[in-house]
């Protein structure tokens, strides 16, 4: 699916992300994540082959809860719950790590903060449906 406008401004606000992956017993896992955009796949990366890594690459089906700094109509907390397939792609962790901390700390930082970080892991997500509070439903609530 082609990630509407409205869906890729909250993106490129830097709004946090939980990323919700399935542990093996079928449970929810939820991490806070750094999020951007390579055409029309979110993008996060991690330096280790921590549990979200490994329960995507056994099981793809993760969503993104986004929370928007705007109101509704109705006088409700805007935000975008996003449904979608990931899959893992070895290294660029901390490049992708640097381009989005100027978004997520500030111009200029240098992150991750080490010499000579690992490789990584980038998860690639493809957005198959979006539901949630705001202009990208086309519900007027």
């Known amino acids: 699916m082609k990630i509407p406008q409205d869906i890729r401004n909250l993106i490129e ?7 919700v992956t399935l542990n093996l017993d079928g449970s929810p896992q939820v991490t806070l994540v750094w999020i951007g955009l390579d055409g029309d796949e979110i993008v996060a990366g ?3 082959r921590n ?6 690459q056994r099981d793809p089906r993760v ?18 719950v996003l449904y979608g397939q990931a899959h893992i792609q070895e290294g660029g ?15 200029g930082v240098k992150f991750p903060p080490m010499e000579n970080p690992p490789a990584g892991y980038v998860t690639r997500i493809r957005v198959d449906r979006i539901e949630g509070v705001g202009p990208w439903t086309g519900r007027p609530v």
């Open 13 to 19: 606000s830097g709004c946090l992300a939980h990323l």
């Open 46 to 48: 991690h330096l280790p």
């Open 51 to 56: 549990r979200k890594v490994r329960n995507i």
């Open 63 to 80: 969503a993104i809860s986004l929370e928007a700094s705007t109101m509704s109509a109705m006088g409700l907390t805007e935000y975008a």
């Open 93 to 107: 962790a901390p490049e992708l790590l640097q381009r989005l901390a100027q978004v997520y700390i500030g111009p």
